[in-house]
Structures are given as structure tokens and as C-alpha cells.
């Protein structure tokens, strides 16, 4: 028998890969991922910036109203404080006590000092220094002593310190009834009268205070009553402070606090 091999075309051997090609396709590939995977990323930083930015924007806006509020609030609790002040300057100037309303308002801190040393006082400076001004203030007082020399206890108000002349004008309510006022200087100390209000309580009470200085015109009212008006041109200007007299050395001597001090600098021709 013989054998025959089968006649065909001759087989093709399988295709051997472009190397460059592979490569470039490999290539290609794995850009398209990272650009695929950037995309999420920025689309996922997007996202996330966006709720970041609603949240600040959110978080501005909240903080805005906050201090929207805030201001409103505390400009209508800066008018409240500054009503009483601007209904006595109309007073002041319908009686007669000031030539002009124009000025500045200023709202002082609240004070509450005590001294223990007899028949001295003793300073404490507000940091104003007003020429012409009014200053007004709920004045309260006690002492340590049922019987403390109440003439020589006090609260009131130093004003016009002239430091390089070391001179200045004081006030006080005794706890006697008592407006005094004074004047001090290297040279001489000189009383500018003394104008009895009334009895005040004791050995604690209170009283509104105001004190008018307007050139060489004071003014002192207490409880809305003009009590001492004296008329003086040693010292046109200078540091304002509060004082304090004590009638007494026992405990903690006398105390004074003023509350609801306004003060109002009357513009100066």
C-alpha cells in the first residue's frame, strides 16, 4: 500500500505580535485609567470642595447674623443707656444750665472702690479729660461705722486736673446732706461752698448724681434738684476722676459705686 501525504496549503504560523504596538496599547490603556481615575478624583474633590464651601458659606452666613444680631443688640442697648443722658441735656439746656447740646457721649465703666483711712479721699482717673462736660451717675454708699464723721465722708467727683500745676476742682455728697465743693492747689485750698440737699440715708443709701461744667460755670443737681451752682476760672480743663472721703477707719472704711455713668463733652466754643 502506498501511502500519500494529503496535498493543502501549507499551514501559516500564528502571528507574532507587534512589540511597539503592545506596548503603545498597554500604553494607552493604563492612561485612559489614570485619566479615568483622576476624573473621580477630582469629581469626588469637587464634591467635597462643594460641601465644604456650602458649609462656609453656610457657616459665614450664620456667623454674619450672629454679629448682625450682636451689633443690633448692643447698639439698642448702647441707646437705652444713652436716653436718660440725652433727655437730661435737653433739661439742662431749657433751664438754662448749658449754652449748647452739641457734644460726644461716653459710657464709663462701672466703679465700686472703698477706702479706710479717716477723713482722707483718695482718686481714681476714668481716662477722660473733658473741659466742658456733664457727667451723671447712680451713686450708692455704705459705711463700715454707724458713727462716722459724715461730714467727711463721701463720693463725688474730681475734675480738671492740671498736672504740670498739680491743681483741680472737687465735689462731693457728704453723707451729712451736703454738697461740697473745692478747689486745691500747691498754693492754697479753697472752699467754693457747701449747699445742703436734704437727709440722706445712712449708714448705707443712694442718689443720682450730676455734675454740669460749662467755662467757668458748675452745676451739681442731686435727684434732678439743682443744689450747688458756683462760678470759678482757676482751671478751665484737665483729668476727670472719681473720689472717695472716708469718715472712718473701721473695716472696710467707706465705699462707693457708681453705676450708669454717663458722661457727655459738650463741645467747647
Known amino acids: 500500500m502506498v501511502l500519500l501525504q494529503a496535498c493543502g496549503p501549507e499551514p501559516t504560523p500564528p502571528a507574532t505580535p507587534d512589540r511597539a504596538a503592545t506596548v503603545e496599547v498597554q500604553y494607552m490603556q493604563q492612561t485612559q485609567a489614570v485619566i479615568d481615575a483622576q476624573v473621580t478624583l477630582e469629581a469626588n474633590a469637587t464634591e467635597a470642595a462643594v460641601e465644604r464651601a456650602t458649609s462656609f458659606a453656610i457657616l459665614a452666613a450664620t456667623q454674619t447674623e450672629q454679629q448682625f444680631i450682636v451689633n443690633e443688640t448692643a447698639t439698642a442697648?448702647?441707646?437705652?443707656?444713652?436716653?436718660?443722658?440725652?433727655?437730661?441735656?435737653?433739661?439742662?439746656?431749657?433751664?438754662?444750665?448749658?449754652q449748647s447740646t452739641e457734644g460726644s457721649y461716653h459710657q464709663l465703666d462701672d466703679f465700686d472702690e472703698s477706702w479706710a483711712m479717716l477723713n482722707y479721699?483718695?482718686?481714681?482717673?476714668?481716662?477722660?479729660?473733658?473741659?466742658?462736660?456733664?457727667?451723671?451717675?447712680?451713686?450708692?454708699?455704705?459705711?463700715?461705722?454707724?458713727?462716722a464723721n459724715w461730714f467727711n465722708s463721701g463720693c463725688g467727683f474730681l475734675y480738671r486736673l492740671d498736672r504740670p500745676e498739680n491743681s483741680f476742682y472737687l465735689v462731693f455728697l457728704t453723707l451729712d446732706g451736703y454738697v461740697n465743693m473745692q478747689y486745691w492747689s500747691p498754693r492754697a485750698i479753697r472752699s467754693l461752698g457747701f449747699s445742703?440737699?436734704?437727709?440722706?440715708?445712712?449708714?448705707?443709701?443712694?442718689?443720682?448724681?450730676?455734675?454740669?461744667?460749662?467755662?467757668?460755670?458748675?452745676?451739681?443737681?442731686?435727684n434732678g434738684k439743682l443744689v450747688h451752682t458756683r462760678i470759678d476760672t482757676n482751671v478751665d480743663k484737665?483729668?476727670?476722676?472719681?473720689?472717695?472721703?472716708?469718715?472712718?477707719?473701721?473695716?472696710?472704711?467707706?465705699?462707693?459705686?457708681?453705676?450708669?455713668?454717663?458722661?457727655?463733652?459738650?463741645?467747647?466754643?
Open 121 to 147: 479721699f483718695d482718686i481714681w482717673r476714668t481716662g477722660f479729660a473733658p473741659s466742658d462736660f456733664i457727667i451723671r451717675a447712680d451713686v450708692a454708699w455704705d459705711s463700715a461705722s454707724d458713727s
Open 196 to 222: 445742703y440737699y436734704g437727709q440722706l440715708d445712712l449708714p448705707s443709701g443712694n442718689a443720682e448724681m450730676v455734675l454740669v461744667a460749662q467755662g467757668s460755670e458748675m452745676h451739681v443737681l442731686i
Open 77 to 98: 442697648e448702647a441707646t437705652a443707656r444713652a436716653e436718660p443722658m440725652l433727655e437730661l441735656i435737653q433739661e439742662l439746656y431749657d433751664d438754662d444750665y448749658i
Open 238 to 269: 484737665g483729668e476727670l476722676a472719681y473720689t472717695l472721703l472716708s469718715g472712718t477707719n473701721a473695716g472696710f472704711g467707706t465705699r462707693c459705686v457708681f453705676e450708669n455713668v454717663g458722661l457727655w463733652e459738650l463741645e467747647s466754643d
